[in-house]
Protein backbone atom coordinates (compact mmCIF):
# COMPACT_ATOMS: atom_id res chain seq x y z
CA UNK A 1 0.00 0.00 0.00
CA UNK A 2 2.64 2.25 1.13
CA UNK A 3 4.85 1.80 -1.35
CA UNK A 4 2.17 2.17 -4.50
CA UNK A 5 1.18 5.25 -2.68
CA UNK A 6 4.86 6.20 -2.96
CA UNK A 7 5.16 5.06 -6.26
CA UNK A 8 1.80 6.96 -7.66
CA UNK A 9 3.20 10.35 -5.79
CA UNK A 10 6.78 9.52 -7.47
CA UNK A 11 5.04 9.38 -11.27
CA UNK A 12 4.38 12.97 -12.25
CA UNK A 13 8.33 13.40 -11.65
CA UNK A 14 9.82 10.41 -13.75
CA UNK A 15 10.56 12.59 -16.98
CA UNK A 16 12.94 14.81 -14.84
CA UNK A 17 14.12 12.05 -12.18
CA UNK A 18 15.38 10.04 -15.80
CA UNK A 19 17.03 13.37 -16.80
CA UNK A 20 18.76 13.94 -13.27
CA UNK A 21 19.90 10.47 -13.38
CA UNK A 22 21.08 10.05 -16.58
CA UNK A 23 22.86 13.38 -16.37
CA UNK A 24 24.70 12.15 -13.04
CA UNK A 25 25.60 8.50 -14.77
CA UNK A 26 27.13 10.62 -18.12
CA UNK A 27 29.19 12.81 -15.88
CA UNK A 28 30.32 9.97 -14.01
CA UNK A 29 31.53 8.38 -16.90
CA UNK A 30 33.31 10.72 -18.70
CA UNK A 31 35.27 11.38 -15.36
CA UNK A 32 36.00 7.65 -15.05
CA UNK A 33 36.97 7.41 -19.09
CA UNK A 34 39.35 10.35 -18.18
CA UNK A 35 41.00 8.82 -15.69
CA UNK A 36 41.25 5.54 -16.66
CA UNK A 37 41.77 5.96 -20.62
CA UNK A 38 43.72 9.52 -20.30
CA UNK A 39 45.34 8.82 -17.35
CA UNK A 40 43.67 11.95 -15.97
CA UNK A 41 44.94 13.02 -12.45
CA UNK A 42 41.63 12.39 -9.90
CA UNK A 43 42.32 16.35 -8.40
CA UNK A 44 41.06 17.12 -11.75
CA UNK A 45 38.46 14.27 -12.52
CA UNK A 46 36.92 15.49 -8.82
CA UNK A 47 36.58 18.96 -9.93
CA UNK A 48 34.67 17.75 -13.20
CA UNK A 49 32.21 16.25 -11.52
CA UNK A 50 32.36 18.90 -8.86
CA UNK A 51 30.94 21.09 -10.87
CA UNK A 52 28.87 19.25 -13.39
CA UNK A 53 27.06 17.53 -11.18
CA UNK A 54 25.59 20.50 -8.88
CA UNK A 55 23.85 21.99 -12.35
CA UNK A 56 21.22 19.33 -11.86
CA UNK A 57 19.81 21.61 -8.96
CA UNK A 58 19.12 23.74 -12.06
CA UNK A 59 16.89 20.60 -13.72
CA UNK A 60 15.11 19.84 -10.04
CA UNK A 61 14.27 23.73 -10.46
CA UNK A 62 13.05 24.14 -13.43
CA UNK A 63 11.04 21.01 -13.07
CA UNK A 64 9.62 21.96 -9.72
CA UNK A 65 10.22 18.66 -8.08
CA UNK A 66 9.03 18.53 -4.65
CA UNK A 67 11.37 18.61 -1.35
CA UNK A 68 11.10 15.16 -0.75
CA UNK A 69 12.40 14.08 -3.92
CA UNK A 70 15.69 16.14 -3.36
CA UNK A 71 16.00 14.69 0.50
CA UNK A 72 15.58 11.20 -0.83
CA UNK A 73 17.82 11.54 -3.98
CA UNK A 74 20.59 13.71 -1.00
CA UNK A 75 20.13 10.41 1.07
CA UNK A 76 20.80 7.81 -1.62
CA UNK A 77 23.78 9.72 -2.83
CA UNK A 78 24.93 9.68 1.24
CA UNK A 79 24.89 6.05 1.21
CA UNK A 80 26.63 5.71 -2.49
CA UNK A 81 29.01 8.00 -1.33
CA UNK A 82 29.90 5.92 1.64
CA UNK A 83 30.09 2.90 0.48
CA UNK A 84 32.38 4.39 -2.69
CA UNK A 85 34.90 5.22 0.23
CA UNK A 86 34.89 1.76 1.48
CA UNK A 87 35.00 -0.05 -1.99
CA UNK A 88 36.49 2.57 -4.36
CA UNK A 89 33.24 2.45 -6.15
CA UNK A 90 33.99 5.99 -7.87
CA UNK A 91 37.71 6.00 -8.06
CA UNK A 92 37.52 9.41 -10.48
CA UNK A 93 36.33 11.79 -7.19
CA UNK A 94 37.60 9.59 -4.11
CA UNK A 95 40.94 8.27 -5.28
CA UNK A 96 42.84 10.94 -3.72
CA UNK A 97 45.73 11.36 -1.27
CA UNK A 98 44.37 13.57 1.72
CA UNK A 99 41.74 12.97 3.28
CA UNK A 100 38.39 14.45 2.72
CA UNK A 101 34.61 14.00 3.57
CA UNK A 102 33.56 16.85 1.09
CA UNK A 103 31.49 14.27 -1.40
CA UNK A 104 29.58 13.13 1.42
CA UNK A 105 29.49 16.77 2.28
CA UNK A 106 27.91 17.78 -0.97
CA UNK A 107 25.74 15.39 -1.05
CA UNK A 108 24.15 16.66 2.60
CA UNK A 109 24.04 20.04 1.68
CA UNK A 110 21.52 19.55 -0.88
CA UNK A 111 19.44 17.65 1.30
CA UNK A 112 19.72 20.27 4.06
CA UNK A 113 19.11 23.14 1.85
CA UNK A 114 16.18 21.62 0.03
CA UNK A 115 14.20 20.92 3.76
CA UNK A 116 14.73 24.16 4.71
CA UNK A 117 13.98 26.53 1.52
CA UNK A 118 12.64 24.36 -1.15
CA UNK A 119 9.14 23.63 0.38
CA UNK A 120 8.73 27.19 1.41
CA UNK A 121 9.27 28.16 -2.43
CA UNK A 122 12.01 29.58 -1.67
CA UNK A 123 14.26 27.54 -4.02
CA UNK A 124 16.13 30.34 -5.04
CA UNK A 125 18.19 30.25 -1.73
CA UNK A 126 19.07 26.56 -2.63
CA UNK A 127 20.18 27.73 -6.25
CA UNK A 128 22.29 29.81 -4.85
CA UNK A 129 24.37 27.77 -2.26
CA UNK A 130 24.59 24.87 -4.32
CA UNK A 131 25.81 26.34 -7.71
CA UNK A 132 28.02 29.07 -5.46
CA UNK A 133 29.73 25.71 -3.65
CA UNK A 134 30.03 23.71 -7.08
CA UNK A 135 30.76 26.45 -9.59
CA UNK A 136 32.27 28.86 -7.32
CA UNK A 137 34.54 26.62 -5.31
CA UNK A 138 35.26 24.69 -8.58
CA UNK A 139 36.79 27.58 -10.44
CA UNK A 140 38.67 28.41 -7.41
CA UNK A 141 40.99 25.11 -7.40
CA UNK A 142 41.10 25.09 -11.06
CA UNK A 143 42.17 28.83 -10.87
CA UNK A 144 44.46 28.37 -7.93
CA UNK A 145 46.20 25.20 -9.25
CA UNK A 146 46.58 27.05 -12.93
CA UNK A 147 47.63 30.56 -12.26
CA UNK A 148 48.05 30.49 -8.22
CA UNK A 149 51.37 32.49 -8.02
CA UNK A 150 50.80 34.39 -4.25
CA UNK A 151 49.86 31.94 -1.67
CA UNK A 152 48.57 31.68 1.67
CA UNK A 153 48.37 29.34 4.61
CA UNK A 154 45.34 29.08 6.96
CA UNK A 155 45.22 26.55 9.75
CA UNK A 156 47.42 24.01 7.51
CA UNK A 157 45.57 24.69 4.44
CA UNK A 158 47.28 26.23 1.43
CA UNK A 159 45.50 28.73 -0.53
CA UNK A 160 46.21 31.25 -3.29
CA UNK A 161 44.63 34.92 -4.04
CA UNK A 162 44.28 33.82 -7.59
CA UNK A 163 42.03 31.08 -6.56
CA UNK A 164 39.60 33.08 -3.61
CA UNK A 165 39.36 36.00 -6.06
CA UNK A 166 38.16 33.33 -8.58
CA UNK A 167 35.81 31.96 -5.81
CA UNK A 168 34.30 35.59 -4.78
CA UNK A 169 33.63 36.18 -8.21
CA UNK A 170 31.85 33.71 -9.63
CA UNK A 171 30.11 33.47 -6.20
CA UNK A 172 29.34 37.29 -7.47
CA UNK A 173 28.05 36.28 -10.35
CA UNK A 174 26.25 33.30 -9.55
CA UNK A 175 24.48 35.30 -6.46
CA UNK A 176 23.72 38.21 -9.44
CA UNK A 177 21.92 35.88 -11.72
CA UNK A 178 19.80 33.92 -9.80
CA UNK A 179 18.43 36.85 -7.32
CA UNK A 180 18.02 38.78 -11.05
CA UNK A 181 16.01 35.73 -12.33
CA UNK A 182 13.79 35.84 -9.20
CA UNK A 183 13.15 39.88 -9.92
CA UNK A 184 15.09 41.37 -6.79
CA UNK A 185 15.66 44.84 -6.85
CA UNK A 186 18.58 45.97 -9.06
CA UNK A 187 19.77 47.87 -6.10
CA UNK A 188 19.57 45.19 -4.05
CA UNK A 189 21.39 42.51 -5.85
CA UNK A 190 25.00 44.29 -6.28
CA UNK A 191 24.93 44.37 -2.08
CA UNK A 192 23.82 40.95 -1.36
CA UNK A 193 25.57 39.34 -4.31
CA UNK A 194 28.89 41.39 -2.81
CA UNK A 195 28.44 40.23 0.44
CA UNK A 196 27.38 36.65 -0.37
CA UNK A 197 30.19 36.25 -2.16
CA UNK A 198 32.69 37.55 0.29
CA UNK A 199 31.28 35.42 2.75
CA UNK A 200 31.22 32.19 0.64
CA UNK A 201 35.14 33.01 0.17
CA UNK A 202 35.91 33.25 4.03
CA UNK A 203 34.10 29.76 4.57
CA UNK A 204 36.02 28.16 1.35
CA UNK A 205 39.28 29.22 2.64
CA UNK A 206 38.52 27.06 6.10
CA UNK A 207 38.50 23.47 3.58
CA UNK A 208 40.18 20.59 5.96
CA UNK A 209 38.56 17.21 5.53
CA UNK A 210 36.12 18.60 2.54
CA UNK A 211 34.35 20.67 5.14
CA UNK A 212 33.78 23.22 2.70
CA UNK A 213 31.39 21.81 0.59
CA UNK A 214 28.96 21.88 3.43
CA UNK A 215 29.63 25.34 4.78
CA UNK A 216 30.11 26.93 1.67
CA UNK A 217 26.03 26.49 0.21
CA UNK A 218 24.93 26.34 3.83
CA UNK A 219 26.36 29.88 4.23
CA UNK A 220 25.49 31.48 0.89
CA UNK A 221 22.43 30.19 1.02
CA UNK A 222 21.49 31.57 4.62
CA UNK A 223 23.16 35.34 4.11
CA UNK A 224 21.49 35.49 0.92
CA UNK A 225 18.29 35.02 2.40
CA UNK A 226 18.73 37.02 5.39
CA UNK A 227 20.38 39.93 3.28
CA UNK A 228 17.04 39.66 1.23
CA UNK A 229 14.53 39.58 3.35
CA UNK A 230 15.97 42.63 5.35
Known sequence: MYFSSFIDALYPFCFPIFLI?????????????LKHSWNIRTEITRKIVHIASGNVILIAWK??????????GSVI???LVLTSYVSSLFPSINDIKRIS?????????????SYFFWHQKEIQYVVIGILTMTWGDG?????GQKFGKHTYQILNVNKSWEGSLAMMGVSFVVCSIVLFFVGEPSSKIFTISLITSIVATVLEIFSSFGIDNLTVPLGSAYISFYLTNL
Do not use: H, R
Not at 21 to 33: D, K, M, R
Not at 64 to 72: F, G, N, V
Open 139 to 143: MAAVI
Open 77 to 79: SMI
Open 21 to 33: ISYLITVLAIAEF
Open 63 to 72: SQLPAWILII
Open 101 to 113: FGTLFYACSIGIL
